[in-house]
Nanobody, 126 residues
Framework: QVQLVESGGGLVQPGGSLRISCEAS????????TGWFRQAPGKEREFVAG????????YYGDSVKGRFTISRDVGQNTVYLQMNNLRPEDTAVYYC???????????????????WGQGTQVTVSS
């Protein structure tokens, strides 16, 4: 079992930056694909960014490419999402997810992830 806890969400102005974190416990994230997803009210859960199981490859959703960066600290068993040039449409609850059996072609599919955090709210507004 993997437990995931997100932190770092909050209110930020358009054009601002925010870094959110996902700390894992129970198992090391080595060998686990990890992803960030987000969900706004009335919308489908959307893939934001993710790491392959090997940790050697990163992937991004089209709407955040060039603005968001996923990173991880293996020693701290923590994954981060650095969000720059934030827009009002980035407003959502952001979730961290992990799974050990997720192949590359399924990285962006939220239904493939068995482990989820509780989410952290990110609001972009002036």
């Amino acid at each position: 079992q993997v437990q995931l806890v997100e932190s770092g969400g909050g209110l930020v102005q358009p054009g601002g930056s925010l870094r959110i974190s996902c700390e894992a416990s129970g198992r090391t994230l080595r060998g686990y694909a990890t992803g960030w997803f987000r969900q706004a009210p009335g919308k489908e859960r959307e893939f934001v960014a993710g790491y392959s199981r090997s940790g050697g490859y990163t992937y991004y959703g089209d709407s955040v490419k060039g603005r968001f960066t996923i990173s991880r600290d293996v020693g701290q068993n923590t994954v981060y999402l650095q969000m720059n040039n934030l827009r009002p449409e980035d407003t959502a609850v952001y979730y961290c997810a992990a799974g050990s059996g997720i192949i590359t072609s399924s990285i962006m599919n939220y239904q493939q992830y068995p482990y989820w955090g509780q989410g952290t709210q990110v609001t972009v507004s002036s």
